[in-house]
């Protein structure tokens, strides 16, 4: 097939339309080439193709730095040069406020999180007649490839790879699969280990060993394919992330944002959504508050109540607020089963809603139907995003104050967003 490349899709896969004018998706392609590709498998009302050859490449096509790009699932634009990348998830944002009814609204480019920032890491592991394979999983594949280098992570993080691979041949409870995360904290790599086979006593030996020669300050443990929680393996000193000044103790695998770069406009931007003027003691609630990345800024600016689904967050987030004196009150609740309820926000100056990736449907209704003055939507998912601003959009009075895209994710199809929204003309 030849095609013309018109817009690149929201997976990051370029998209053309064939004779009949059905979407053609073809990968590691960019707007205006034309390209040659071999028909592949449908795909929603088109199908996919595989990249052939690029007859006519497009200015905007630099030269990926990972030999990776094309093999690893998680990069999917390191052939587009930067400007164009930062429009394009700036588009993305807009075209979900569009879709959830804000349609218009000016978001500007979304400046990305420079290379080799990446805090935290997931990496598959396998084991096979060839050995040990870990990285990230490989493009459309369960399994992974072994990684050799990566230009998104930490260096800390891809240092620990080789030494991980060399220890899981020693590793019994690693049948055949398994994984490594790894979260580098402020007190050094934090590692949860997950095989599919118990973990025994000599493993536990080898994991102690390893922590020591690693300069991992914890291991710890869980049984692939489980919701079990994770036991510690090896312990040699504290787990503590760096959260606004303060050193808060972290669960294993505790949710932190990707980078600090990231974080940082996260926050700024959060924090530019608040009313400009607020009473001397102003009530802000906070949604989805985690260990506290976004309740001890917002302290600053007044009382926080903070809600979190995770108890070990909870009490490390008032343990923290105590030590600070920051004035925030922590509480445990399942946002998803008890969403909180219009008359538990009266007062209230605004809200931070933060929720997970599938977003917050739910609630979002709520809040579109009650009292409260200002909504600040922190969103990792466009999808999501749009479908949660219909609430609003069909609730008179709502309007988009300002939307700021933010890209943490460099060279991935991710983008998040910061939307501030208000009542009044």
């Known amino acids: 097939m030849r095609l013309t490349i018109e817009a690149i899709g929201a997976a990051g896969d370029g998209i053309a339309h064939d004779a009949a004018r059905r979407p053609v998706f073809v990968p590691f392609t960019l707007p205006g080439e034309v ?9 929603g009302e088109g199908r996919a193709a595989t990249l ?34 930062a429009a394009w998830k700036a588009a993305r944002v807009a075209e979900a406020l569009a879709r959830g009814g804000f349609p218009g609204v000016a978001v500007a480019p979304a400046a990305a999180s420079p290379p080799n920032s990446r805090r935290r890491a997931d990496l598959a592991i396998r084991r096979g007649a060839e050995g040990i394979t ?31 691979r060399a220890l899981m041949t020693r590793v019994a409870a690693l049948h055949r699969a398994g994984s490594a995360m790894v979260n580098l904290l402020d007190s050094g790599p934090d590692l949860w280990l997950r095989t599919d086979g118990p973990l025994a006593v000599k493993d536990r030996a080898t994991l102690a060993a390893f922590a020591g020669q690693a300069g991992i300050s914890r291991i710890a443990w869980s049984r692939e394919g489980t919701r079990d929680a994770p036991e510690i393996a090896a312990q040699d000193g504290p787990a503590a992330a760096l959260l606004a000044g303060n050193l808060i103790p972290v669960a294993p695998g505790a949710f932190l944002q990707a980078t600090r ?45 903070a809600y979190e689904g995770l108890p070990e967050a909870v009490a490390a987030l008032n343990a923290a607020a105590g030590r600070a004196g920051a004035r925030i009150k922590a509480t445990r609740r399942d946002l998803a089963r008890q969403p909180l309820l219009p008359a538990e926000l009266n007062g209230a100056a605004a809200l931070v809603l933060d929720p997970p990736f599938a977003g917050a449907a739910e609630q979002a209704a709520i809040l579109a139907r009650s009292a409260i003055p200002r909504v600040v939507y922190v969103s990792c998912n466009p999808a999501a995003l749009a479908r949660d601003l219909a609430a609003f959009a069909r609730s008179p009075g709502w309007r988009v104050e300002r939307a700021v895209a933010i890209d943490q994710f460099l060279w991935s199809a991710g983008v998040e967003a910061v939307v501030t929204l208000a009542r009044g003309p």
């Open 35 to 43: 390209v040659e590709a071999e028909p592949g498998p449908a795909r």
């Open 52 to 85: 052939s050859a690029v007859e006519t490449p497009s200015p905007d096509r630099v030269v990926p730095p990972c030999a990776h790009f094309g093999t690893c699932g998680a990069c999917v634009v390191q052939h587009w040069a930067d400007a164009p990348v």
């Open 261 to 305: 770069e990231g974080e940082a406009a996260i926050v700024a931007a959060v924090l530019d959504g608040l009313p400009r003027r607020m009473p001397g003691k102003p009530r802000l609630i906070e949604l989805h508050a985690g260990y506290g990345t976004l309740s001890l800024p917002l302290s600053a600016r007044g009382r926080v109540d």
């Open 134 to 164: 870990i990285g990230f999983h490989a493009r459309g594949a369960a399994d992974p490839f072994d990684m050799r280098e990566c230009h998104v992570v930490d260096p800390r993080i891809l240092a620990l790879v080789a030494p991980l």
